[in-house]
């Protein structure tokens, strides 16, 4: 277990009996499944978590049920680096499944505890499960394949009506020991005004890039229209709240390098830069070390990460992730369009 992790971060540590169950179900699921988009293996994904141990199960659905923290981590899996290999330079041109297929699978299996895994189409072309690794041509960019700077904390997909629920994030191996950042919500310090505001249609927030056709592998008209509604938002410039549910134990949307207030509504710009400050400076390092899982409420939590120097040598930071929604139907109208790739 990492020393550099916040204390108060809810934990779960798997021991030696129950690390090697868990990485013996994983190797044994990668060999009877071809990929992680299969029908089947998505159908069977709830039957093939109860196989998971008790702890494990147990610890995430207090965590799920709790709706309090926004992010826990587990610890203690056991993650082969001669079978996961180098960390590659780029997520393009990789052949799925790759040698780490069970640790993905290992993370589709805690994704179906906690509700359906969901790609967007997109995001990384569709792939169910995403890559975050440094990448020298976006050193300096707002993704999570930059490393020279700061990514700024986030919900995720936070322009998005139907971003995830959950995000899970597994670290394959981070010698460095680079910290993600995590931040909760204290409303202790906002004005009721204030609050009432950030509960109205007065923001915009811009899709990040990681949607942008740029950052895709476009050989298709298919494929380049379902980009068509990410420009629409970017185009349409829709307003809409950053907290909602309760008033008194609220969540969030939050994604400030892509947020901007209309110039004229003073009172919606006081409101979000003291929801800023009350965010950024309750926020708390979390390392993900090999062999960890992080788990963060999409709703309860923002995350981002510490700037760090790559070394481009095969042995970089390297996490899967994972979206989870806990209710497909809300998208069913969006996924016939093509936009979302979500399974069920």
């Known amino acids: 277990m990492s020393n550099l992790t916040d204390p108060s971060t809810p934990s779960y540590t798997l021991t030696p ?126 993704l999570g394949m930059g490393s020279a700077e700061l990514l700024t904390w986030h919900t995720e997909d936070a322009f998005h009506p139907y971003r995830s629920d959950y995000l899970i994030l597994g670290a394959l191996r981070n010698p460095d020991h680079v910290p993600t950042t995590v931040g909760e919500l204290d409303l202790s310090s906002l004005s009721a005004e204030d609050i009432g505001i950030l509960f109205e249609p007065r923001f915009y927030i811009a899709p990040d890039e990681s949607h942008l056709p740029k950052n895709n592998t476009i050989t298709t008209e298919e494929e380049a229209a379902r980009f068509a509604t990410i420009q629409r938002m970017i185009d349409e410039r829709p307003l809409a709240p950053l907290l909602y549910g309760s008033r008194l134990d609220p969540y969030m949307r939050l994604d400030p390098y892509f947020t901007s207030v209309p110039e004229d509504d003073t009172d919606a710009q006081r409101a979000y830069e003291a929801l800023f400050k009350v965010v950024d400076g309750a926020m708390r390092e979390v390392v993900a070390d090999e062999g960890d899982v992080l788990f963060l409420d999409n709703h309860r939590a923002v995350h981002g990460r510490l700037p760090f120097r790559a070394r481009y040598d095969g042995t970089d930071r390297w996490l899967k992730r994972v979206c989870v929604t806990t209710d497909l139907r809300r998208s069913r109208e969006m996924r016939a369009t093509t936009e979302t790739r979500l399974l069920g």
């Open 17 to 142: 009996e129950e690390g090697a169950a868990t990485a013996e179900l994983s190797i044994e699921l990668a060999s009877a499944y071809p990929a992680f988009d299969d029908p089947g293996l998505l159908r069977d994904l709830p039957r093939l978590a109860a196989s998971l141990p008790p702890g494990t199960q147990r610890f995430l659905r207090e965590f799920k049920l709790g709706d309090r923290r926004g992010h826990a981590v587990i610890r203690g899996h056991v993650f082969d680096q001669d079978r996961v290999g180098p960390t590659p330079e780029h997520w393009r041109g990789r052949s799925r499944p790759g040698p780490e297929f069970p640790e993905e699978l290992l993370l589709m299996l805690y994704g179906a505890l906690l509700g359906e895994p969901f790609g967007w189409a997109t995001q990384q072309n569709g792939h169910l499960v995403h890559d975050i690794f440094p990448i020298r041509q976006h050193e300096n960019d707002q």
